[in-house]
């Protein structure tokens, strides 16, 4: 059965005090994995896409960098405007692919 | 920036009422989704619809929803006669190939 787990659950970090996240996945058929920002009561906030091993991406103070097996989010010097709850969804194909999200890492950010 | 809308944001509904969740997807996409979270859970698939046709659907989909395209812009989910167990988040979101776009979600309560 696919899996997505993510870890840890939750994370407070100071400001400035840099971490990872981390998202490990059994999908067959990956095309694609997918992190998301997720804001109490809003929905899932696009941040980036990881279609191979060895791939990253950047924006702002995170990183995004994909395994055959996990995928990290790296937050350098973390604010605390960068609170929020990280998702990350493997999209397994299917006719078009469909988002199989993990349970996410809460992140919080102290001033 | 275009985005996806949903109305109502808010819908109380008594069980067994049948209820209509609305969505505005992204104008130049053509994949269009349907989501759902629970309280303090994991954002769950639904439904996916491509070309006027449901493409994929999960388990929790069955017979009681339901979903449309009625005219160019709009997108809807039916549920035919609501549970307290539907009580959620739901999302839509639509892409024009894999990065999915949601929008704010309508939060629903089950009375």
């Known amino acids: 059965e696919d899996q997505v787990t993510q870890s840890p659950e939750a994370l407070r970090l100071q400001e400035g005090e840099s971490s990872s996240l981390n998202c490990s996945y059994t999908v067959s058929g990956l095309r694609g994995l997918f992190w998301y920002r997720q804001d109490p009561g809003k929905g899932p906030e696009f941040l980036f896409t990881?279609?191979?091993a060895g791939e990253e991406k950047e924006k702002e103070r995170l990183k995004a960098t994909l395994t055959k097996k996990e995928s990290f989010l790296h937050i350098t010097a973390p604010k605390p405007e960068d609170s929020a709850t990280y998702l990350c969804?493997?999209?397994?194909?299917?006719?078009?692919?469909?988002?199989?999200f993990g349970k996410g890492t809460k992140l919080s950010v102290k001033p | 920036e275009p985005e996806v809308t949903q109305t109502p944001s808010h819908q109380v509904t008594q069980m067994g009422q049948e209820v209509i969740l609305r969505c505005v997807p992204i104008?130049?996409?053509?994949?269009f989704y349907w989501y759902r979270q629970i309280l303090g859970q994991k954002v769950e698939f639904l439904v996916s619809f491509y070309n006027n046709e449901i493409s994929e659907k999960s388990e929790i989909f069955d017979d009681q929803f339901s979903v449309e395209r009625p005219d160019g812009s709009n997108f809807t989910l039916k549920i035919r006669s609501t549970k307290l167990e539907d009580s959620a988040m739901y999302f839509c979101?639509?892409?024009?190939?894999?990065?999915?776009?949601f929008g704010p979600g309508t939060r629903l309560l089950v009375l």
């Open positions: 104008s130049n996409h053509l994949y």
């Open positions: 979101a639509s892409s024009w190939k894999e990065t999915q776009y």
């Open positions: 969804a493997p999209n397994y194909g299917g006719s078009q692919g469909n988002l199989i």
């Open positions: 990881l279609y191979s």
